[in-house]
């Protein structure tokens, strides 16, 4: 076994049958313009063999390469049909298409050559399957080495797609191929633990079991991550091996983030651009739905592939460095041009929360006051705290969000937060928005934490976004009274006079999908008894807010 892997535990994962898998069956054909090159093996630097799909112009050349690396399947398998109200069809779709990757159809008449690959140990591949683990970034390398140097290729290559396609280009960018020559990571978890499987210390368990079904068809076997979650319940050596060392990163990148995967790929896309060192880089954010936005930006995305991997000089060196959409309501913003990220003129505001009516204020209240709500049944959606403020003046709020609680856990040693920011309109109703790729009834923005894990990285924290440490747990004593920081994930959100924001503060998820996997659920909390939050006097339960001034 490699010893890469030696501490992983595997399980047998799902025969690729299942997943209407042709098996192996190396050819070329010629259609549409395309010459198709179907399971070609690739030798990795170990000698193991991944397969790959090669699609490139029937007209002799040397062209750009896109690769989208992914363990959804080369062969073809678009399922969008699985996600209702995400915006796009299979049918929209050629059969070369693959999951959340460009259609070879658009792609190759405008001059690339699209690959896409089985990982090693997917389908038909040789290996074992694991998971942004450093033997999967050093495949990629060695596929974007091969891929630079072909009689086809005219030595610049790239890499495309969306959330898994996106989180590997995070990996092998920071191993500096020589051939790898831009990024278009669309929005992509950067770390591992604290976007995707721990959300604030809180196991995730409705998206992450679906997941390890959906991305482990194999004939040999398959990381298990649902049992390593389990058993690396805090961040250590195994999560930190995931994750990229984003300040590596110096290659052009356009990195598009959505201020709607909050609980997925939200906070890691942001954290990606802030982090990586590249000279040349633009981020786009916006609050649509993903795959949508990702082909409805097809030219946008080609404008930048052309300048990089084919030298063309054109329109993207006037690009605004940040392009972001204040949303309104669902599908309703309008997006503007900024110079960096987070946005520089923020005014970073308190409002403080009041126990004794459920409001929010811009100073603090003098009079102490506490509000309890029992945790005991994670389905009842009525036990929660709410606090309200009521704008005077139109008002936009872009950026991070931080709440500040003092609490208290009645009747345990622990508490899980969950943390919701609401938009109340003028007639006292929710304004919903776009949640994950496929949900119309979302929150503004969401935040999570295990009280345990409250201890806060300083040298990573700021006074708008607290970094939690998650290395080891602090429990509390009995009647204890701690504060704690909980991280708000970026929103933007304009407000109109006499609209309301609304924070929601319970033990459990606030907004349910039961139906649909592509949504998170934390099931397994440590609550029990009550929560107690504590406002006014000495205690400064607060939220600061990104307040974007109107000029």
């Known amino acids: 076994m490699n010893n890469k892997t030696a501490e992983i535990t595997f399980w047998k994962g799902v025969p690729p049958a299942e997943g209407e898998y042709p098996g192996l069956n190396p050819r070329t054909e010629k259609a549409n313009g395309i010459i198709c090159e179907y399971d070609v093996a690739v030798t990795m630097r170990d000698g193991v063999k991944i397969y790959v799909n ?42 070369y298409a693959a999951f959340e990757a460009d259609d070879p159809v658009d792609w190759c008449p405008k001059g690339y050559i699209i690959i896409n690959v089985d990982p090693r140990g997917c389908w038909g591949s040789e290996g074992d399957l694991t998971y942004m683990s450093e033997q999967e970034a050093e495949d990629c390398y060695d596929l974007i080495e091969w891929a630079g140097t072909q009689n086809w290729s005219n030595g610049k290559v790239g890499m495309h797609g969306v959330s898994y396609l996106a989180w590997t280009q995070w990996r092998v960018a920071a191993l500096h191929p020589l051939h790898l020559a831009a990024i278009n990571p669309w929005e992509g978890v ?17 998206f992450l079991p679906g997941l390890k079904t959906h991305m482990s068809f194999t004939t040999t076997r398959a990381e298990d991550i649902v049992e390593m979650a389990k058993q690396h319940p805090l961040f250590d050596d195994y999560w930190a091996s995931k994750n990229a060392d984003l300040s590596k990163i110096k290659v052009p990148a356009f990195v598009v983030a959505s201020w709607s ?60 460095k940040v392009m972001l959409e ?38 603090p209240f003098k009079k102490e006051a506490k509000v309890r709500y029992n945790v005991n049944d994670i389905t009842d959606k009525t036990q929660n705290a709410k606090f309200e403020f009521k704008f005077d003046k139109k008002t936009e709020l872009t950026g991070h969000m931080k709440l500040k609680l003092w609490v208290q856990a009645d009747g345990s040693d622990d508490m899980d937060l969950f943390v919701a920011i609401e938009k109340i309109d003028r007639t006292g109703d929710i304004v919903w928005f776009q949640f994950f790729g496929n949900h119309e009834d979302g929150p503004v923005a969401l935040g999570w934490l295990r009280v345990s894990h409250r201890e806060l990285d300083e040298k990573k924290s700021t006074p708008y976004q607290p970094i939690h440490k998650h290395k080891r747990e602090i429990k509390l004593k009995p009647g204890e009274i701690v504060p704690v920081e909980i991280e708000i994930l970026p929103s933007g959100t304009l ?10 503060v319970q033990g459990s998820d606030i907004y349910n999908y039961p139906e649909e996997y592509h949504s998170d659920g934390h099931t397994e909390t440590v609550n029990k008894g009550e929560h107690v939050i504590y406002t006014g006097g000495k205690y400064d339960s607060h939220l600061l807010v990104p307040v974007i001034p109107a000029d």
């Open 190 to 206: 950067s770390d591992f633990y604290r976007e995707f499987v721990y959300h604030g210390g809180i196991l995730e368990t409705h």
């Open 261 to 320: 995967d909050h609980g997925l790929h939200s906070r890691g896309t942001l954290e990606g651009f802030k982090k990586i060192a590249s000279k040349d880089k633009w981020l786009r954010i916006h609050g649509r739905k993903k795959w949508q936005d990702f082909y409805q930006n097809a030219e946008r995305r080609r404008q930048f592939f052309d300048r990089f991997l084919k030298g063309i000089d054109n329109e993207v060196k006037y690009w605004p």
């Open 495 to 504: 407000f109109e006079r006499g609209e309301k924001l609304r924070v929601v």
């Open 54 to 95: 090669i699609f490139r112009p029937e007209k002799d050349g040397k062209y750009p390469v896109l690769i989208g690396w992914s363990p959804y399947g080369k062969h073809g398998r678009v399922k969008y049909m699985f996600f209702p109200k995400c915006g796009v069809s299979d049918t929209d779709f050629s059969k």
């Open 326 to 363: 204040v949303r309104e309501r669902f599908f309703v913003g309008n997006f503007r041009g900024e110079n960096k990220w987070p946005l520089a003129r923020t005014k970073y505001t308190k409002l403080f929360l009041n126990g004794s009516d459920g409001k929010l204020g811009q100073s």
